[in-house]
């Protein structure tokens, strides 16, 4: 059995309470649970075979975020293990990434966009996470060597996006991530980087702390070559004032920033808390993106939320926004494309390709019989009309 890979622990400072009153510091990683202090003898004892096969990591940050008294703290469930992991659920490549791996460390699966999986590290691990796969022995998709990524792009101009993800790009030190920014921006077709990253809300410490990161930014986000920061908030509790200013710091570098997250259990199922976390990202000027239904990832039941439920409780979040605030998509990261569910009648559901990684998907509208008890996409067995784009386009059945 894959296990998890176990990293010495990194101490720095001692970290702060996110009130943002006090002069920042950086944040004490910790990789061990008899680190936390209010986890029991036996819950740990119990946690720590969750922590064998699926690895744990965490900073004192984030940690002074979690309400210990509230045994449902959203926060907790993020980043705390949860014994249910162990359930025998899902895949760990569940949307197949393997498939579309073009030379080590690089990913290209829609036309204009490729993946550098520049880090397979990231600031703490989300119990959800769909790459855990990545954090374990014997992986050997990321590659600290990434010039035949580079090379690829280079003799790929469809490319015009690059996304930098691994792990998390942004837990590398400016002085290793510039070179890498650096180089892309040398090749002429690349438009838009991307940087893939939950350093905003695990430890934004590290955007506060490093003024050579905003000048990074500031050299390669130019005037008609933006960066952009594909932030991951899961839940308003995170949007801290260190947190806010963080995210103002990268703005005002000049990066553009924008918010994904997948649908969590007992994180933000809830219409209240979604439709909070959407409009507190409109206030602070950050798009919500994406909004990700959980994929059928090994160790996700507990996090994970049916399709149909999930759409119910994206439209009721919605209901409670403003138009700034409403811009995300709910999709399904299938392995044939983001598969965005569009709406839901008494018995059916409506599906279409916002992204296909084959051009015959793109655009295309499917009709499926309702199935409350489906997680993916895949949980659909046979679709009752399937609209190609030609037909949805010409006939003006698809907005
Ligand atoms: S930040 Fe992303 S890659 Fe890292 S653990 Fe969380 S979901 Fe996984």
Redesign the pocket.
């Known amino acids: 059995m894959k296990s998890a890979k176990h990293l010495s622990q990194v101490t720095e400072n001692n970290g702060g309470n996110g009130n943002g009153q006090q002069k920042p510091k950086s944040p004490k990683y910790l990789t061990r649970l008899g680190q936390i202090p209010q986890l029991g003898h036996e819950e740990r004892e119990q946690l720590e075979k969750v922590n064998e096969q699926f690895i744990f990591r965490s900073n004192d940050y984030y940690q002074s975020l979690i309400d210990w008294d509230d045994p449902e703290d959203p926060i907790r469930r993020i980043i705390m293990p949860d014994v249910r992991e162990l359930d025998d659920w899902g895949q760990l490549d569940a949307s197949n990434e393997e498939k579309y791996i073009k030379v080590k460390g690089l990913e290209h699966k829609y036309t204009s966009t490729a993946l550098l999986l520049v880090n397979e590290v990231?600031?703490?691990?989300?119990r959800?996470?769909?790459?855990?796969r990545?954090?374990m022995d014997e992986n050997e998709e990321v590659t600290k060597d990434i010039s035949d990524g580079l090379e690829y792009i280079r003799e790929h101009p469809e490319v015009s996006n690059v996304l930098l993800?691994?792990?998390?790009p942004m837990i590398m030190s400016t002085s290793k991530l510039e070179p890498i920014i650096q180089q892309i921006r040398e090749i002429d077709h690349v438009k838009v980087i991307r940087i893939?990253?939950?350093i905003p809300a695990?430890n934004p410490y590290r955007i506060i702390n490093d003024p050579s990161l905003h000048k990074m930014i500031r050299t390669y986000s130019t005037d008609e070559k933006k960066i952009y920061i594909m932030a991951?908030f899961n839940h308003p509790k995170e949007l801290t004032p260190i947190a806010i200013r963080g995210l103002n710091m990268l703005m005002e570098s000049g990066a553009i920033v924008v918010n994904q997250t997948?649908m969590i259990r007992g994180v933000n199922d809830n219409p209240e808390v979604l439709a909070e976390l959407f409009n507190q990202l409109s206030f602070i000027g950050i798009p919500p993106y994406y909004v990700f239904l959980c994929r059928p990832t090994l160790g996700n039941q507990p996090f994970a939320v049916p399709v149909e439920e999930g759409y119910e409780i994206f439209e009721q979040a919605r209901s409670f926004c403003s138009g700034l605030a409403k811009r995300a998509r709910l999709v399904m990261s299938h392995e044939t494309g983001k598969v965005e569910v569009v709406g839901m009648s008494d018995d059916q559901i409506f599906f279409k390709y916002n992204r296909a990684a084959d051009a015959e998907n793109d655009a295309k509208f499917l009709v499926f019989d309702s199935n409350p008890d489906a997680y993916w996409f895949d949980d659909y067995e046979e679709a009752q009309m399937e609209l190609p784009l030609e037909y949805s386009t010409e006939n003006a059945l698809v907005s």
Not at 122 to 126: D, F, N, R
Not at 165 to 168: A, I, K, L, P
């Open positions: 990231c600031a703490a691990y989300c959800f996470c769909f790459r855990k990545l954090f993800t691994g792990g998390d893939g990253t939950k695990f991951h997948p």
